[in-house]
């Protein structure tokens, strides 16, 4: 049986060598880039030792930095939180925020143990913390436990936040 000349099967082959390819294909360089991202944020949270007497271990993603511009994201700074609490034993939550455009920044948390938990209610606690202390959150993400907010009102919210869960 002869296959017709304009046969699928060459370019099919051709695909299946292209993915034997060890090198890093366009789509992957953006993944990468965002998990270097993600690292960088996560190792300079581990260096930054912070408050021991809070209820949660907070970091900031600073701006101005390399990785701010990726990881200012509800997903990627997710998988920061739990780089971090992975990192110090996942027995405090982890709250993060990063910059945002217009003077805005996005808060995110995880509980102490999110392997074993299937709930994360930081999403209410923040909107208890923000409506005792007047802060302006907003949920314009998917994820439940992230608000954005004005930068200027993220320490009143940390102070509320603090106060609510100590």
């Not at 007497?53 to 739990?82: D, M, Q």
């Not at 925020?97 to 509980?111: D, E, G, Q, Y």
């Amino acid at each position: 049986m002869a296959l017709p000349s304009e046969s699928p099967l060459p370019a099919a082959f051709q695909q299946a060598l292209a993915s034997l390819d060890t090198s890093c294909p366009p789509e992957a360089a953006g993944a990468l880039a965002c998990l270097r991202a993600v690292a960088a944020a996560a190792a300079a949270a581990l260096q930054d030792k912070g408050s021991a007497a809070a209820p949660f271990r907070y970091f900031k993603v600073h701006e101005g930095t390399p990785e701010a511009n990726i990881v200012n994201e509800p997903f990627w700074l997710s998988v920061a939180c739990r780089w971090v609490s992975l990192a110090t034993g996942a027995t405090r939550p982890v709250v993060a925020s990063a910059p945002r455009p217009a003077a805005r920044c996005l808060v995110l948390a995880i509980p102490p143990r999110y392997t074993s938990e299937t709930r994360n209610l930081f999403g209410a606690a923040f909107e208890t913390a923000a409506s005792r202390c007047g802060v302006e959150a907003t949920r314009e993400h998917f994820a439940p436990a992230a608000v954005t907010l004005p930068a200027a009102q993220l320490p009143m919210l940390l102070d509320a936040l603090t106060a609510l869960l100590s």
